[in-house]
């Protein structure tokens, strides 16, 4: 049954949705009628998801009776999920990493250039679609939390009081810090970072604060974006 992540209004045991979008979609094509069900959930801090039957709809407006509620105990309350990822050599893998790592269930996606990027740029229309791609995958995948996407050039005032865990090819030792052989756990205050490909530079590690520590998955050189998804997908399943 369909998701939607959307703005509406409970007007006693009725959800108004005014969203064009959504109306068009449910209209024209998925082609739901009257009496039609599906699901609604807010997009920022959702903690109730509403089955809903479509009552009465006209071009703009679509009026729904609540059939149950939901009432979730969000996971995303008890540890932060946030990954930093090296800006890619190509805009469209931005896509592809914001939708799987939503998939996957993320908090915060963070755009950083490395010395390596080849984009050292936000864009703000791109960073727009972004976040529409993230909502639809947020709808495909039913969990919970809308993850926040951001851009950030320097990261030594967003990580100084936290603990950073970098993922790099092959590395034994970086200014002496030895390297960790496997992923434990997801604690509280980690920010977790996938550099680009053929790795970091000594001139990253200098940028980054101390408190840091090194995970090699192997020796192979993975595309950047295929690095991010795998390590997620193994914090989210080793924590």
Request: proline fraction near 2%.
């Amino acid at each position: 049954m369909q998701l939607f992540v959307c703005d509406f209004q409970i007007k006693w045991d009725i959800i108004v949705i005014e969203d064009r979008d959504i109306l068009n979609q449910i209209r024209k094509v998925l082609r739901m009628k009257i009496w039609d069900s599906f699901f609604v959930q807010k997009k920022i801090n959702p903690s109730k998801r509403y089955k809903i039957k479509i009552k009465e709809w006209n071009d703009k407006t679509l009026y729904s009776d609540i059939e149950w509620i939901e009432d979730k105990w969000l996971e995303i309350n008890k540890a932060n999920y946030w990954m930093i990822v090296a800006m890619p050599n190509r805009r469209d893998k931005l896509e592809l990493i914001v939708q799987k790592l939503t998939e996957i269930w993320i908090n915060d996606i963070i755009f950083w250039p490395a010395e390596r990027s080849v984009i050292k740029k936000s864009n703000e229309s791109k960073f727009q679609r972004l976040s529409k791609i993230s909502k639809e995958a947020l709808e495909q995948s039913w969990w919970w939390h809308l993850p926040k996407i951001e851009f950030i050039s320097n990261l030594e005032n967003l990580i100084k009081n936290s603990k950073l865990i970098v993922f790099d090819k092959g590395v034994n030792t970086v200014n002496g810090v030895n390297t960790v052989n496997g992923v434990n756990t997801v604690r509280d205050n980690i920010y977790w970072l996938v550099g680009p490909e053929w790795g970091l530079t000594q001139k990253d590690y200098d940028g980054f604060w101390k408190n840091f520590e090194i995970i090699s998955l192997w020796d192979s050189v993975l595309r950047m974006e295929t690095a991010a998804i795998i390590w997620w997908w193994l914090i989210k399943n080793y924590k």
